[in-house]
Structures are given as structure tokens and as C-alpha cells.
């Protein structure tokens, strides 16, 4: 369990450090009137999720994934998820 809670430490400093760049590319973008990369950042975002997906999978046995991910699905019936802008 523990190898898992790593896993999920490093995930969130990376999505973190993932949003920073992003931010800090959209007040440059808005600054000199341009767009900022919102694809680019989905795509990161994107790699980050399924390449930590994948070493869960790795560390976790079959079952223990598997409730990790009934887990996830009960959490998520109770966020309010604003809309993304394109």
C-alpha cells in the first residue's frame, strides 16, 4: 500500500507543477495578447494520468487496483467539475 501512496505523492506534485507551467504560460499568452495552450496542457495532463495509471497498475495487485478504482467512481459522484473552456 505504501508503493501506492507514493505513486499518487508523485502524481500530485507533478499535476501540480504541471498546472504552475500552464498557468504561468497563460499570463505570458494573456500578457502579450495571445492564447495560451490549453491543448498542449490537456495533453500533459493526459500522459501524467495514464502513466500513472499504468505504475499503479504495476504495484498494486489486481483486486487492490480494482478497489482503487471503485474508490475513485464513489468519489467522483460527489464532485461539482466546472466545464472546460476551447
Known amino acids: ?3 501506492a501512496a507514493d505513486v499518487l505523492v ?3 506534485a507533478a499535476y501540480a507543477d504541471l498546472i504552475d507551467r500552464y498557468n504561468k ?3 505570458d499568452a494573456n500578457a502579450g495578447s495571445g492564447e495560451p495552450d490549453l491543448s498542449s496542457f490537456q495533453a500533459s495532463r493526459d500522459l501524467l494520468v495514464q502513466s500513472t495509471q499504468g505504475t499503479l497498475k504495476s504495484v498494486l495487485t489486481p483486486s487492490g487496483l480494482a478497489n482503487l478504482r471503485a474508490y475513485v467512481q464513489r468519489e467522483k459522484k460527489n464532485m461539482l467539475v466546472s466545464e ?3
Open 25 to 27: 504560460s497563460a499570463l
Open 10 to 12: 508523485t502524481f500530485k
Open 1 to 3: 500500500m505504501q508503493a
Open 84 to 86: 472546460e473552456i476551447q
